[in-house]
Every structure is written in structure tokens, then in C-alpha cells.
């Protein structure tokens, strides 16, 4: 089993649509979470953390479920900015040792 | 703003070759990694480093080694190139404590024929 598993997508939904992600984990001492944004032919850059209590950044809400190993990304009202793959990562052992998913692919369309 | 450069965007190497990737950090990060990113497998970590001169080894180190001689320096070495060693590889670094952003270059897109 991967460390950490993704939904490789892609997920190809119309402008204004909700969209949501799900990446699951197997390290349960995992402490720290994140979803980083990749565009075509760039690096990755954070997009944000994800902490217990859930955290919400304008149309982006992250959520994490330690029972079930689960993180979450919901992202509302899409833009076609948002056309890009996402990344969940999340920390193996010591809080700078991360791994990163395979990332789903998102496809705003007009 | 925090600068992450890597020394090529991209290098085509032949097989046998000694290849020599660099990134330089400008945020005074004391953690520094290496990355390569493949279609359909993520990014998976070669290297890291969370000191000068100190390193440990990742998912996959086989076929690399990694020199960390300045703080704001991680080389990543091939011995001696492969053709699947060929990818996209990524240099990444971050501070020790508090909040552990990883900030990522460019990217160097490597082929070896």
C-alpha cells in the first residue's frame, strides 16, 4: 500500500461547480498535512495546511479525519484558475520528512 | 521572497556520464531534499539533508549520492547515468521548526540517452 494515495482523476468540471478531493494515508503518527497545487510545468507550491479542527481559505476547505486517515480538499464556485493537479502530502516520521501523493489532476471547464 | 534555483532547466546526458544537479537556496532553510517526479508516481524522495554536511537517504538513493558542503547548497550527483534515471527532478527546502513549507525550484528536466 502507498504511503499515501490519491485519485489520479482527472476530474474535469464546469466553471462554478464544487469539487472534492480525497487522499488517504497509512501512517497513522502522521502530524502534519498539506495540499500543494501543481500547474503544467511548474513546481509545486503550497496551497494550504490542513489542520484538526478543518481550515478554510476563501472557496478552499481542507478537513482531516484521523479515525479513518483521510484528508480532504473541497473547492467551491471552480475558476479556471483552478485547472491544475493537487498534491496531498503528508509527514512519515519527524515533522520535515514528507511524502507526497501522485496528485489528481482538476479540469476547469467554461 | 524565497528563492529556490536550480543550475539547469534542462541537461541531456549520455549513458555512463557523471551528472551534477545543484540548487541553491537563499532562505537561510536548514532542510534540503531532492526529488524526482514521474507520471503517475508523485514525487518520490531521493535525498535529504537537515544540516550541513548531513544527509539520509530516501524513498529511492540508489544511483545517486548528494553533497551538502554550504548551507545554501544541495548538490545531487549521478555516478554514472542511466536511462531511468531519466525525469524531472526537483530541489526543495524548508526550515526545521514551526511551520514546514517546502519551497520548490524550477525543476531540471533530465534525459539520459
Known amino acids: ?110 | 521572497d524565497v528563492k529556490v534555483t536550480q543550475s539547469s532547466r534542462y541537461l541531456v546526458k549520455r549513458t555512463g556520464e557523471k551528472v551534477f544537479l545543484e540548487c541553491v537556496q537563499d532562505m537561510d532553510h536548514e532542510n534540503m531534499f531532492w526529488y524526482r517526479q514521474d507520471p503517475g508516481l508523485g514525487l518520490r524522495l531521493i535525498y535529504f539533508s537537515y544540516d550541513v554536511k548531513m544527509k539520509e537517504k530516501g524513498d529511492i538513493p540508489e544511483g545517486y549520492s548528494v553533497s551538502r558542503e554550504k548551507k545554501e547548497r544541495f548538490s545531487l550527483i549521478l555516478e554514472s547515468a542511466s536511462t531511468n534515471q531519466t525525469s524531472m527532478y526537483l530541489c526543495a527546502s524548508s526550515w526545521t521548526s514551526g511551520y514546514n513549507e517546502q519551497f520548490f525550484g524550477p525543476g531540471t528536466r533530465l534525459t539520459v540517452l
Open chain 1, 1 to 110: 500500500r502507498k504511503e499515501v494515495e490519491q485519485d489520479p482523476g482527472p476530474f474535469n468540471v464546469p466553471e462554478g461547480a464544487t469539487v472534492a478531493f480525497n487522499c488517504t494515508y497509512s501512517n497513522s503518527a502522521s502530524q502534519s498535512f498539506f495540499w500543494y497545487r501543481q500547474d503544467c510545468r511548474k513546481e509545486p507550491k503550497l496551497l494550504m495546511s490542513v489542520y484538526s479542527s478543518g481550515n478554510e481559505d476563501g472557496r478552499f476547505t481542507a478537513q482531516l479525519n484521523r479515525a479513518s486517515q483521510y484528508i480532504s480538499l473541497l473547492i467551491r464556485d471552480s475558476k479556471l484558475s483552478d485547472s491544475a493537479t493537487y498534491l496531498c502530502v503528508v509527514n512519515r516520521r519527524g515533522l520535515n520528512d514528507m511524502r507526497f501523493g501522485a496528485g489528481t489532476r482538476l479540469t476547469v471547464k467554461p
